[in-house]
């Protein structure tokens, strides 16, 4: 599976971007896929999952509730971040992962995720 995001770069706060994710390569879906971000000197954490199955969604990050939307249009292989209201500490670089296994339903460690997009750079100041 080949992931591939876009839709980063650089606004004010209180802007809004829409990052995508474009799959391609995968014989079936993934079980859940989501969204990741990395701040500058820490770990890549889980921002938000969503289950393919049925779309039911996880944001794992309580800072974004409210704030960020994941959604799935499986007619496009392509994963949404839709941010809102975006914040300085929102800066980061933000991965999309697929998670095959039922793990990364409910353990959002990137270990649970076995394929990875290179990421795309969101700066918010």
């Known amino acids: 599976v080949q992931l591939v995001e876009s839709g980063g770069g650089s606004v004010q706060p209180g802007g809004s971007l829409r990052l995508s994710c474009s799959a391609t390569?995968?014989?079936?879906?993934?079980?859940?896929m989501a969204w990741f971000r990395q701040g500058s000197g820490r770990q890549r954490e889980a921002v938000a999952t969503?289950?393919?199955?049925?779309?039911?969604?996880?944001y794992v990050d309580d800072s974004v509730k409210g704030r960020f939307t994941i959604s799935q249009d499986n007619t496009k292989n392509t994963l949404y971040l839709q941010m809102n209201s975006l914040k300085p500490e929102d800066t980061g670089l933000y991965f999309c992962?697929?998670?095959?296994?039922?793990?990364?339903?409910?353990?959002?460690?990137?270990?649970?995720?076995?394929?990875w997009g290179q990421g795309t750079q969101v700066t918010v100041s």
């Open positions: 390569g995968a014989a079936g879906s993934p079980v859940c």
């Open positions: 992962a697929a998670g095959d296994t039922w793990y990364c339903l409910s353990d959002f460690r990137a270990r649970n995720f076995t394929y």
């Open positions: 969503i289950y393919t199955g049925d779309g039911s969604t996880h």
